[in-house]
């Protein structure tokens, strides 16, 4: 049977991923494949390989032992974190994507999904309602790296025939996974502090209005364009995503509705200069019209949503 591999399915949207596409396609269908081993009740949920993103000859092993079809590469060093350590993250971003990517040139898979991210865009992008085709100047490691990818992307689609789809994600806001080194995870660690303490210092001004989405939102996309047929999928760099946007001072506000005595102040740190460089709003008509993507959360439904989970939790 033919099977599915992902690769960086420990963090934050990977392990979500993992548990969706073993719910589609059946848990045996499905590899987990992580650098280490992580939560050990996620690991023995189904099929896991220990794999290095950066690793050639690991990747194919496991994608030839297992009879691999598709993958997701979801192995990254997202925005905050790359600044810290640039040229691993230009490693690890760009080299995972050439593994991957030549094995499918080879013939050796045949589908890929790999994600992209708004931090593509930079100062000189319309902020609002940013387009599909724009001016695209990245001034973060993680954005010249996603930038780049999606060049290579499109490129070995046109020469070479290879069948990779992407979407550029917004900020992803998740109760089940901690947040994984972006410059979004304000928006995730404000609804934990909010149960938690009752009050959160945001690292971000309150006027600060960027893209987001939740997270199942997010993997309901992926599974989506990877399930497309071919055809549909008109853009092979790739494709703009949107459900949302709001700054911290309106996520607050949402989450007072259900927690009256809730407090918010605001303290910028290094991610401002980050946050300033990207859109506010995304047009993304385009994977709408392809594919027939729609969004089902909005800024109130989510927050009743996650409050709920993470109470539970």
């Not at 993997?219 to 853009?235: D, F, G, L, S, W």
């Not at 494709?239 to 303290?267: G, H, Q, R, V």
């Not at 909005?298 to 927050?303: A, C, G």
Request: proline letters at 5%; hydrophobic letters at 40%.
């Amino acid at each position: 049977m033919a099977k599915i591999l992902i690769i960086g399915a420990c963090g934050q949207i990977g392990t979500e991923l993992t548990k969706k596409l073993r719910e589609v396609y059946g848990t045996d269908a499905v590899i987990a494949s992580d650098i280490r081993k992580g939560d050990p009740e996620f690991v023995a949920s189904g099929p896991f390989e220990v794999v290095n993103a950066l690793d050639f000859n690991q990747i194919e092993t496991v994608i030839e032992q297992n009879n691999v079809e598709d993958v997701y590469l979801m192995a990254a060093l997202l925005s905050a974190t790359a600044e810290k350590n640039p040229a691993f993250a230009w490693d690890l971003n760009m080299n995972s994507l050439f593994h991957v990517l030549n094995l499918a040139k080879a013939g050796k898979i045949k589908k890929i999904f790999w994600p992209s991210s708004i931090a593509v865009f930079g100062p000189t992008t319309p902020k609002q309602n940013t387009p599909q085709y724009t001016v695209m100047e990245p001034s973060t490691v993680y954005g010249i790296s996603k930038q780049s990818g999606e060049r290579w992307a499109e490129y070995y689609h046109n020469i070479y025939g290879v069948d990779i789809r992407s979407i550029r994600y917004p900020g992803l806001i998740s109760w089940s996974t901690p947040p994984g080194g972006g410059t979004t995870d304000y928006a995730v660690d404000i609804y934990h502090k909010a149960l938690a303490d009752g009050k959160y210092t945001c690292f971000l001004s309150e006027e600060t209005r960027l893209p987001m989405m939740y997270m199942d939102d997010a993997i309901r996309a992926t599974v989506e364009i990877m399930q497309a047929p071919a055809e549909n999928i008109k853009i092979r760099s790739s494709y703009n995503l949107s459900a949302m946007d709001f700054t911290p001072k309106e996520i607050a506000e949402a989450i007072k509705k259900e927690i009256p005595d809730f407090t918010i102040d605001y303290a910028p740190d290094f991610r401002q200069k980050i946050a300033d460089s990207w859109p506010q709003s995304i047009d993304d008509s385009s994977a709408r019209q392809d594919w027939g993507w729609k969004h089902d959360f909005d800024l109130n439904s989510m927050t009743v949503d996650m409050l709920e989970h993470l109470s539970v939790k």
